[in-house]
Nanobody, 115 residues
Framework: QVQLVESGGGLVQPGGSLRLSCAAS????????MGWYRQAPGKQRELVAA???????NYADSVKGRFTISRDNAKNTVSLQMNSLKPEDTAVYYC?????????WGQGTQVTVSS
C-alpha cells in the first residue's frame, strides 16, 4: 500500500532551521508531484511548497526565500529545508503525493517555532 512517512519536525527557536523529509513507498515516485502542506490550529490546510516531476517548484508567498523543496527520485524522498523560521510557521506539516486522480497524504509532523 501507499505510505508517506514524514520526519524531522520539532521545536526550534525563531530564526532557526529545520529540515523535513518524507519517504514514499508504494507509488511510482518519479511521476508524482510532491508537496508539503501545513495546518495551524484553527486554520485551513495550506500549500507550502510543491515540486513536480520535471523538478519545477511552487512556493507559498509566505515562505519564498526561506524554504526550499527538493526531491531525490533514486531514494523516493522529498525534503523541505526551512530557514529563518518564524512563530507563524508553527503548524503540522504534511507530505502529499499527487498524480492525476491519485492523491495521498502522510500522517504529519509537528513544527513549533518558539523561544
Amino acid at each position: 500500500q501507499v505510505q508517506l512517512v514524514e520526519s524531522g519536525g520539532g521545536l526550534v527557536q525563531p530564526g532557526g532551521s529545520l529540515r523535513l523529509s518524507c519517504a514514499a513507498s508504494g507509488i511510482i515516485f518519479s511521476i508524482y508531484t510532491m508537496g508539503w502542506y501545513r495546518q495551524a490550529p484553527g486554520k485551513q490546510r495550506e500549500l507550502v511548497a510543491a515540486i513536480a516531476s520535471d523538478y519545477s517548484t511552487n512556493y507559498a508567498d509566505s515562505v519564498k526565500g526561506r524554504f526550499t523543496i527538493s526531491r531525490d527520485n533514486a531514494k523516493n524522498t522529498v525534503s523541505l529545508q526551512m530557514n529563518s523560521l518564524k512563530p507563524e510557521d508553527t503548524a503540522v506539516y504534511y507530505c502529499n503525493a499527487d498524480f492525476r486522480r491519485a492523491n495521498y497524504w502522510g500522517q504529519g509532523t509537528q513544527v513549533t517555532v518558539s523561544s
